[in-house]
């Protein structure tokens, strides 16, 4: 304990003796500290020492020159010259000398290193902003700095901080293995106030770690920010008009949901969703008897509920009966098999279908008796009976245009 005391004590008393002085040095250039007090040609009564990342404690510089001479030398006017500092140089400088006089001198540097950076960017930008909703502005890059430094965001000119609600930052500070080089990524998220400016401008800024160094700015980026417009309605819209197709035909259908931020739309088949990725758009190609039922579209909006269109029924026509219209003149006899087939095929589903549903909306009927949209549930499933059973009758009445 008194042994530390003292020493720090010494040391106080050797730093009290000339102060500090801060130095900062570029890293890869030379840097010459000055031995004060010490004569300016030999011979000289001086002593270097330093305690840096590349000593273990305070190490004693020969002015003879040895194995440090490429990362320290003692210059003929007593100078100390570090021919190109590295970030394993940061630490302190001490010189002792005594002139001719006999009056000694001391100084004491504390030596700092940077390396500045390149001009930071913006990467990612985002083309556009949607007023209360968060998104993603852009990711504000500085490469090959040292020490780390900071990055900053404005919006039109002002330091935006970031408040975990209308403005977040995510930041993330990698360190190059070998150069020990900084690498600095600062995310920004902002929710545009509803009504706010329509086209804020954003930028970004790189503050070095060390006072005195200057800060480094981004080409500003403009962003128009749209404001949110509510789903009213969503439509949904078949090609062919009716949803009546002849076996192989093509229907397309496409669901209008015109609302800001778009809605992500999901299809329903006869009260199952189908297993599709979200698309505005579908598409049956080559429609086959399994095509045919009742579908229906979902938007959903990331701020309200799911809402449902109104539902299409798409059947298979019967071509057989159309002759030149069908166009399958060539070869009759395989087309007519085919049509046999799929009628069957098709009848056979459909009887299973309006079992399962008769039974189902009977048991449904039984629960209560009283609705009176029963009665028309009950005309629309004879309308889809006959459609089924009767195609002529269906084609007469589906295919009015
Ligand atoms: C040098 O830097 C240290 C901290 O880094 C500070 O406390 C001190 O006041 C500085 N000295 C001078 C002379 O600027
Ligand atoms: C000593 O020499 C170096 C290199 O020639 C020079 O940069 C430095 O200023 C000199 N020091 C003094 C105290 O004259």
């Known amino acids: 304990m008194v042994a530390a005391g003292a020493w720090v004590l010494v040391l106080g008393l050797w730093g009290a003796v000339v102060g500090d002085r801060n130095i900062t040095a570029r890293i890869g250039k030379p840097l010459v500290l000055n031995c004060k007090g010490a004569p300016k040609k030999p011979p000289q009564q001086l002593e270097w020492k330093l305690n840096t990342g590349r000593t273990e404690a305070w190490k004693v510089l020969s002015p003879q020159g040895g194995p440090w001479d490429s990362v320290a030398r003692v210059l003929p006017n007593g100078s100390l010259l570090l021919p190109a500092v590295g970030i394993q140089d940061e630490g302190t400088f001490r010189c002792r000398a005594t002139s001719r006089h006999g009056k000694e001198t001391k100084s004491n540097y504390r030596v700092r290193v940077y390396q500045i950076p390149g001009k930071p960017e913006i990467v990612d930008p985002a083309s556009e902003l949607m007023a209360g909703v968060p998104s993603k502005v852009g990711t504000c890059v500085s490469e090959g700095g040292y020490p780390a430094g900071t990055l900053s965001w404005h919006l039109d000119g002002k330091t935006l901080t970031p408040d975990g609600k209308g ?92 609302a800001q931020p778009p809605p992500q739309i999901h299809w329903i088949k006869d009260g199952m969703p189908l297993p599709l990725p979200p698309s505005p758009v579908l598409l049956l190609p080559e429609v086959g008897p399994e095509d045919q039922g009742t579908y229906s579209c979902v938007a959903t909006h990331p701020s309200h509920g799911p809402q449902e269109s109104r539902a299409v029924s798409i059947s298979i026509t019967e071509t057989g009966e159309e002759g030149p219209t069908a166009g399958s003149v060539a070869e009759p006899g395989l087309g007519t098999l085919a049509l046999a087939l799929g009628i069957l095929g098709g009848l056979g589903t459909a009887a299973l279908l309006i079992g399962v549903i008769v039974w189902h909306r009977r048991q449904r009927r039984g629960e209560e008796r009283k609705a009176p949209e029963n009665q028309e549930e009950e005309e629309e499933e004879r309308a889809e009976l006959n459609q089924q059973e009767e195609p002529e009758a269906a084609e007469s009445s589906a295919g009015g245009p």
Do not use: D, N, W, Y
Request: with cysteine.
């Open 167 to 258: 403005v977040s930052v995510k930041e993330e500070t990698r360190r190059h293995p070998e150069t020990g080089l900084f690498t600095l990524h600062s995310e920004l998220m902002v929710t545009p106030a509803q009504g706010g400016a329509p086209r804020p401008s954003f930028s970004c800024s790189f503050s070095p770690g060390l006072p005195r160094r200057r800060a480094l700015h981004t080409a500003p980026i403009q962003l128009s920010v749209l404001e949110p417009v509510p789903l009213e309605e969503v439509q949904l819209v078949v090609e062919p008009e009716g949803g009546a197709v002849a076996p192989g035909g093509t229907v397309t259908l496409t669901c209008e949901a015109p």
